[in-house]
DNA sequence: AATATTGTTCAGCA
DNA sequence: GTGCTGAACAATAT
């Protein structure tokens, strides 16, 4: 489940595969997942162009081209990005694969279909029609924006946290994650948190992702404090030695521990 | 072999 | 408008 960090992972892979190389050729798989362009279209829209440059906002990967176009990803639950060198046994789910001019070919898998492509050309319009709100980890995201989205608001922590109209890129994992290191109930009303409490969260947020990123980068090794490795109904907790419980928060199977998480 | 899973969107309801 | 719930989507694992 591809959230912020993970698809920041892939944008990485995809800026140390894919940059600034002719696209030689490209297949693009007609199905649900490429949206408003026709499989044909886009294929013939990025042969003979390149990237750029790659830019992120929230779980949509946004890759430029030469022609000022921009390849819009999102990675649903299942997708992925892939490169390889020789032709082998053909990949399955693959929807979008670019063979560049040195020979490299990039895939966009999705087994399960619930990520998308797009081709854009305006990025401003596209998070707009998309309500998709700020960034957590972009520079201009600050505490008062995080504290004016939250006035008025009854939700819960996690249905806050994952409203991707209020900040985007947080999912099911990570909303766990952030309250289960700042020790915080996932059903906790936002309202009925303290300023100096709504600050701890919004650290605590970008810290955990930050980490997480750099977490993901060096070979995908959590800290073992991290509840995504204890992420299964009666496992102890890794902080306190609580139990941890599952339960349906916000419509999403959410992990939390049972003794810290007030 | 039925069921849970999982992000997003949309529909429905109080 | 807000908050909540559930359905739909697809394919796989159990």
Redesign the pocket.
């Given at each position: 489940?591809p959230?912020l960090p993970d698809v920041e992972t892939f944008r990485k892979y995809f800026n140390k595969t894919s940059l600034n190389r002719e696209i030689k050729k490209a297949v693009a798989v007609k199905s649900?997942v490429i949206k408003g362009i026709s499989a044909g279209a886009l294929q013939s829209r990025l042969t003979g162009d390149s990237f750029t440059s790659s830019d992120r906002h929230?779980?949509y990967l946004i890759a430029s081209t030469s022609k000022n176009k921009f390849l819009i990803m999102?990675f649903?639950?299942?997708g992925s990005l892939q490169n390889f060198n020789n032709s082998g046994e053909p990949m399955?789910?693959v929807h979008l694969l670019l063979e560049f001019d040195n020979g490299c070919r990039l895939a966009y898998r999705d087994?399960?279909?619930?990520g998308a492509i797009y081709f854009e050309d305006n990025v401003e319009d596209f998070l707009k029609r998309?309500?998709l709100g700020p960034d957590p980890l972009k520079n201009n995201y600050n505490f008062s924006g995080f504290k004016k989205a939250a006035d008025?608001?009854?939700?819960?922590l996690k249905?806050f946290l994952?409203d991707?109209s209020i900040i985007a890129g947080i999912?099911?994992?990570y909303s766990d994650e952030i309250l289960f290191q700042l020790g915080i109930h996932p059903e906790k009303?936002i309202n009925k948190l303290s300023k100096l409490k709504l600050k701890e969260l919004f650290i605590s947020m970008k810290k955990v992702l930050k980490e997480s990123i750099k977490y993901e980068s060096s070979g995908g090794k959590f800290p073992d404090d991290y509840l995504l490795n204890y992420r299964k109904n009666d496992s102890e907790c890794p902080q306190c030695g609580g139990k941890i419980k599952?339960k349906?928060i916000?419509?999403?199977?959410s992990y939390f521990c049972i003794n810290h998480q007030k």
């Open positions: 489940m959230e649900r929230g779980k999102h649903g639950m299942t399955k789910h087994p399960r279909k619930f998309k309500k008025g608001k009854k939700e819960n249905a994952m991707q999912g099911n994992v009303q599952m349906t916000a419509g999403r199977s």
